[in-house]
């Protein structure tokens, strides 16, 4: 049973967690901007191992060294992004989860990077840069 769903904008590719997220968080990069091509993206953090896609997950793109993103194949919407500095998480973008109001980010990453005009009132912690330090403490400890 999964406990998330999801799916890309047409449809053809589906997205499965069968774990709670171990981070929710927004980032105000230019990358995420331009990949989503929204004023600012949110991801939810989950274990690789605990998430499947149908019929797979699509185009791998990689223009950062250490980043690999993923795209529907069918429609190019943005599916997921991984981290070689974040071993063993994948982050899915928060708007292909059906469940996407049950999980509330905690953290603004890259906040210097935000756009002026875009005024969040929350209460989620605030990184200027990456919010790499706090990631990495919910991540999945690599195997020894
Ligand atoms: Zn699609
Ligand atoms: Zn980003």
Redesign the pocket.
């Known amino acids: 049973m999964s406990k998330f769903t999801g799916r890309c904008y047409c449809g053809a590719t589906k997205v499965f967690a069968k774990e709670e997220p171990k981070a929710v968080t927004y ?7 331009r990949v989503t091509g929204a004023p600012l ?1 949110a991801f939810a953090a989950f274990e690789n191992a605990t998430v499947s896609f149908e019929p797979n997950e699509g185009r791998s793109v990689t223009v950062n060294h250490g980043v690999t993103r993923t795209f529907c194949q069918a429609c190019g919407s943005p599916l997921t ?1 991984r981290y070689d500095y974040l071993p063993g998480m994948v982050y899915i973008a928060l708007g292909v989860l059906d469940q996407a109001d049950e999980l509330t980010p905690q953290f603004h ?2 906040e210097s990077n935000r756009l002026p005009w875009l005024k969040i009132d929350d209460k989620c912690k605030r990184m200027a840069t990456s919010a790499r330090e706090a990631l990495i403490a919910v991540s999945v400890k690599p195997k020894e």
């Open positions: 980032c105000h990069c230019d990358d995420c901007r993206a992004g990453a890259h």
